[in-house]
């Protein structure tokens, strides 16, 4: 079981460019969420969904845009990477917090620099 | 305004001894309160979690106490071992409304010394 897998693990990029974290789950959880953490930061969310076709704004959303067209998978973009962005992306799952509680089950990691 | 704080950025225990790890949280609206552990380059883990009705949970070397009138929660680990050390975040789950989004605290970074 494969759980949460997020590809690539390291990226850099330039400013001004371009790319998708990707992000799928194993698990049928209707829950999934983007996360970064950055040094004395702990972890703050990007963007989150409920289930396909529907996502919401975290606390962090500017400059990152998601969507969700199956339970499966929820990439993150980055339209126009900035040096501000430059961190360690998390991918997490679980089944939906509104409903019923479940812990969150987190990705390995995408470590972004952007310069 | 930080509603679940971790106090201390930092601990070093000796192995075998008890490490304790503290958080704090203002808002009196949280249905469960959860621990992750984190080592260096993985993504975090689900650790232990309890409940609000609850003032303990135990999961073998790993007990967790919930004091609600201090707004308090500790992670007992006995004994503590090398394998422990990570970085452990206390999280807690507000009992309604918005998707009831996880709050985070900051994370202490355990270190067990031989």
């Known amino acids: 079981n494969a759980g949460v897998t997020q590809t690539p693990k390291f990226q850099v990029l330039k400013t001004g460019q371009s790319m998708t974290l990707q992000c799928a789950q194993d698990m049928n959880h209707e829950y999934m969420s983007w996360y970064r953490q950055d040094p004395g930061m702990g972890l703050r969310l990007i963007h989150y969904s409920v289930g396909a076709g529907i996502t919401d704004q975290g606390e962090v959303p500017n400059g990152y845009n998601v969507s969700r067209s199956t339970t499966e998978d929820f990439p993150l973009r980055l339209l126009s990477a900035a040096p501000s962005q430059t961190s360690v992306y998390f991918c997490?799952?679980?089944?939906?917090?509104?409903?019923?509680?479940?812990?969150?089950?987190f990705g390995n990691g995408t470590r972004l620099t952007v310069t | 305004d930080q509603q679940v704080k971790q106090n201390s950025p930092s601990l070093s225990v000796q192995e075998g001894r008890i490490s304790i790890l503290n958080c704090d949280y203002t808002n009196s609206m949280f249905d469960y309160f959860l621990w992750y552990k984190k080592y260096p380059a993985e993504g975090p883990t689900f650790l232990i979690s309890i409940s609000s009705i609850k003032d303990k949970n135990e999961d073998g070397r790993f007990t967790v106490f919930l004091n609600k009138s201090a707004k308090h929660l500790s992670l007992h680990i006995v004994p503590s071992q090398p394998g422990d050390s990570a970085v452990y975040f206390c999280?807690?789950?507000?009992?309604?409304?918005?998707?009831?989004?996880?709050?985070w605290g900051l994370g202490t970074s355990l270190a067990v010394n031989p």
């Open positions: 999280a807690a789950r507000p009992n309604a409304g918005n998707n009831r989004k996880l709050i």
């Open positions: 997490a799952s679980s089944t939906n917090p509104g409903v019923s509680y479940s812990p969150l089950h």
